[in-house]
């Protein structure tokens, strides 16, 4: 069928009559032709008459619409659940459902061979993904179990679509006990169907297994554990974890945390009692673990076997534990929330042997000060104490007292500046005025909300140097130090000391250029203590000198603490997963640092893998930057692996070793939940309603065929063919080239004929 149009511009044949005639009288104004012959007269009107009707064509667009008929194929999808799920009891619970989806395909067998004269009728097994199944003789050549590790039923459907693009979908009918098990699908489940839906196709589906209510569905599972903890020695170790209770409404259930040391002793060391009150309901359970001594543990949660469950595989669940040896606490007093104490919390954090505590003493709440800290300060809770912009008055002399006495047993102490430190905080009528290697104003106190004094604050910008080579100010090599604090972002100010002191073991550390004294060090009793004026080293993280701030931060409370042995190495290894599943790849990274937390570029690393069965055997490493990655492929066998690394640097002198340990489960992801979810696949078929999708029972699906075959599809396609004047790049320069050699014409035959 050929239908013709005009499409004028601006939509408007009245547009267009102006126009005409506008071009109509412009064109038409000319010289008398009168001496003209009448042939050549008639030749020069035909060509205005030409050109004036190209125009008004142009103007007016014309536009020539068909339609042809073009037969399409169409293809029928037949997808089936392959997965070890299927191996679990129907809702009958006399055969499994892999048993009860067979019966179903082998009945609708002849009906597909049937559908398939006319139609494509393809049909795919699918777990992570699909797999064709061929036809052999009119018959399907089944798989004679379900295997697949994992169903991914939302990648399967779009994988599905996409093998069969340019044909037309009669429907897809999927089989299966819908459970989506899937780590990470490539395709969210939803969103397939919802893809279906928007092209047009029905999706059936057809499901097998007991809901979540019924009988064979009975389970308790342990979840949402923590893979891997990291905690220093002797501190407490809160353990959480879920356990998911089907079918045990208003029964007890025992829970036991178990610790594994690197010997493999265990000793149940917690023990908890769980009750649902509704099916399929979420407990917490929580566990408290105080490791004796630094190593790796494994700590495993399991809830007791219930009468009746199917699978017991999932009643418990492993995390790993690094326990850290001697690791450095540090108690961080803060006032006011302000960009440096965030920016050092976060430095203080990379590393893994400092563990930071934090208390805030908020001016809003002054009418409560001195605040009890209790048993905060005594003996061996922590190791070095900051003290940030925070006003004597928050602590009192009591507090004061008793931070300035674990100082004297040992302990370090930095001062930061600050609005309210040091002479504006009151700082040198208290107990750390002695402590403290500065002096301050005896009269001194700045009070909230008062604007900065002058002889307590020295305006910014003030660049930071290094008065002599020291633990804390070694940023770099000894020959490029200088150029790295050069380098750094200026202070935007600090706190004026009323001078430093002049006793034994006091040294400035870092100045300004004109002298001004920023940061000093000293020793009161058996411990450190440093005196920083500045309170803006977090530009340095915004300058992008992230790395320099972990660094001079680090190195301050490893001076503090009397750890400044730079010449201490760690090797480590990390797992960022520590449970997987028999088959996946394990991939971890490992390396060599210096105390200080930088890489030792030099360092040349072996790795080795332990198996359950103690047998070892040599890991690939491959260099990336300063540092090493491995992984392992495929291991099928279950239980505790072992990776040890090994570091030597270039003369071939040991740096250490470093372990790391991970499991591959004795649980199958397919078993983890034996209930199907019929609710799920029905919702996957609603998504497609509106183009005939629908939940079909076992038993309907020969009546949906049969549905099919008596309502075949239009598998003719109307194709419209769409052309207007102009409206392609050839076509305009085509009508071009005609108007131009009209005109061209023209004005030849003008030109020959005198009148030019």
């Known amino acids: 069928m050929m239908n013709w149009s005009f499409q004028p511009i601006l939509n408007s044949y009245w547009a267009v009559a102006v126009l005409a005639l506008g071009l109509v009288l412009a064109l038409w104004?000319?010289?008398?032709?009168?001496?003209?012959?009448?042939?050549r007269r008639r030749a020069l009107l035909a060509l205005r008459c030409l050109l004036t009707?190209?125009?008004?064509?142009?103007?007016?667009?014309?536009?020539?619409?068909?339609t042809q008929s073009k037969s399409q194929s169409a293809a029928l999808l037949v997808l089936f659940d392959q997965t070890r799920s299927m191996q679990l009891p129907n809702a009958s619970g006399d055969i499994s459902r892999w048993e009860a989806q067979c019966n179903t395909l082998t009945q609708i067998q002849p009906l597909l061979a049937d559908l398939n004269r006319d139609l494509e009728v393809k049909v795919y097994a699918y777990d992570a993904g699909i797999r064709s199944q061929v036809w052999q003789d009119q018959r399907l050549q089944m798989p004679t179990a379900a295997e697949g590790e994992q169903t991914d039923i939302g990648t399967s459907l779009?994988?599905?679509?996409?093998?069969?693009?340019?044909?037309?979908?009669v429907g897809v009918i999927l089989l299966g006990d819908g459970t989506q098990t899937a780590f990470q699908p490539e395709v969210e489940i939803y969103d397939a169907a919802r893809e279906l839906g928007n092209r047009g196709y029905p999706l059936y589906t057809v499901s097998y297994g007991p809901a979540g209510d019924g009988t064979q569905s009975r389970d308790v599972a342990v979840e949402n554990l923590p893979e891997q903890y990291t905690v220093f020695v002797k501190n407490e170790l809160p353990v959480r974890g879920l356990i998911r209770v089907r079918g045990y409404t208003n029964q007890e259930i025992l829970v036991t945390l178990t610790v594994e040391d690197d010997s493999g002793t265990r000793q149940d060391v917690g023990q908890a009692r769980v009750q649902a009150s509704q099916d399929n309901?979420?407990?917490?359970?929580?566990?408290?673990?105080?490791?004796?001594?630094?190593?790796?543990?494994?700590?495993?949660?399991k809830a007791a076997e219930q009468p009746g469950e199917l699978v017991t595989k999932n009643n418990q669940l492993s995390a790993f534990l690094t326990v850290l040896e001697g690791g450095?606490?540090?108690?961080?007093?803060?006032?006011?929330?302000?960009?440096?104490?965030?920016?050092?919390r976060w430095a203080l954090d990379a590393s893994p042997d400092?563990?930071?505590?934090?208390?805030?003493?908020?001016?809003?709440?002054?009418?409560?000060?001195?605040?009890?800290?209790?048993?905060?300060?005594?003996?061996?809770?922590?190791?070095?104490?900051?003290?940030?912009?925070?006003?004597?008055?928050?602590?009192?002399?009591?507090?004061l007292q008793q931070l300035a006495a674990e100082v004297d047993r040992g302990k370090g102490l930095i001062a930061l500046g600050g609005y309210h430190s040091f002479d504006p905080g009151g700082y040198r009528n208290t107990p750390l005025a002695d402590v403290l290697p500065v002096d301050m104003d005896r009269f001194a106190r700045q009070d909230f909300g008062q604007p900065d004094v002058a002889r307590w604050h020295v305006p910014g910008p003030l660049v930071m140097l290094p008065a002599r080579d020291h633990p804390v100010t070694m940023l770099a090599a000894p020959a490029e130090n200088e150029q790295v604090w050069r380098g750094l972002k200026p202070l935007k100010g600090a706190n004026r000391w009323a001078g430093v002191k002049d006793v034994p073991g006091i040294q400035l550390l870092a100045q300004s250029p004109d002298g001004v004294p920023l940061l000093v060090a000293g020793e009161f009793g058996g411990g450190r203590v440093l005196a920083f004026a500045g309170d803006s080293t977090w530009?340095?993280?915004?300058?992008?000198?992230?790395?320099?701030?972990?660094?001079?931060?680090?190195?301050?409370?490893?001076?503090?603490?009397?750890?400044?042995?730079?010449?201490?190495?760690?090797v480590w290894v990390d797992l960022p997963q520590r449970r997987f599943s028999a088959g996946s790849r394990v991939a971890f990274t490992a390396g060599a640092r210096t105390a200080m937390g930088d890489a030792i570029a030099d360092a040349v690393l072996t790795a080795s893998l332990r198996g359950p069965d103690g047998s070892t055997t040599p890991l690939r490493l491959s260099r990336q930057a300063a540092d090493y990655a491995g992984t392992i492929d495929r291991l099928t066998r279950t239980g505790d692996y072992q990776i040890d690394v090994t570091a030597v640097d270039s003369a071939g002198q040991s740096l250490g070793t470093a372990t790391a340990h991970f499991e591959v489960l004795d649980q199958d992801v397919e078993f983890a939940n034996p209930a199907a979810d019929p609710d799920q696949m029905a919702h996957l078929a609603d998504l497609t309603r509106d183009a005939g999708g629908r939940a079909v029972a076992p038993e309907q699906l020969a009546a949906l065929l049969d549905e099919i075959k008596q309502?075949?599809?239009e598998l003719v396609e109307e194709v419209l063919t769409r052309w207007q004047l102009a409206d392609t790049t050839w076509d305009a320069w085509s009508v071009l080239g005609v108007f131009v050699g009209l005109l061209t014409l023209e004005w030849f035959l003008r030109k020959r004929w005198g009148l030019v």
């Open 29 to 39: 104004v000319r010289p008398s032709y009168r001496q003209l012959s009448a042939a």
């Open 53 to 66: 009707l190209l125009v008004i064509l142009l103007m007016l667009r014309p536009t020539h619409v068909s």
């Open 158 to 169: 779009h994988q599905a679509i996409e093998q069969e693009l340019g044909k037309r979908l």
């Open 281 to 301: 309901q979420q407990l917490d359970v929580n566990f408290s673990y105080v490791p004796p001594r630094p190593g790796q543990y494994r700590l495993i949660v």
């Open 328 to 344: 450095l606490r540090v108690l961080y007093l803060e006032g006011e929330p302000r960009q440096e104490q965030k920016f050092i």
């Open 354 to 399: 400092i563990d930071l505590d934090f208390q805030w003493f908020p001016s809003r709440l002054r009418d409560s000060w001195p605040v009890p800290l209790g048993d905060t300060f005594t003996e061996g809770n922590f190791d070095a104490y900051i003290l940030g912009d925070c006003d004597s008055l928050a602590l009192g002399d009591e507090n």
């Open 539 to 570: 530009q340095w993280w915004r300058q992008g000198q992230s790395a320099v701030h972990r660094r001079f931060w680090r190195q301050i409370v490893l001076w503090l603490a009397r750890r400044d042995d730079l010449t201490r190495h760690d």
């Open 711 to 713: 309502n075949p599809p």
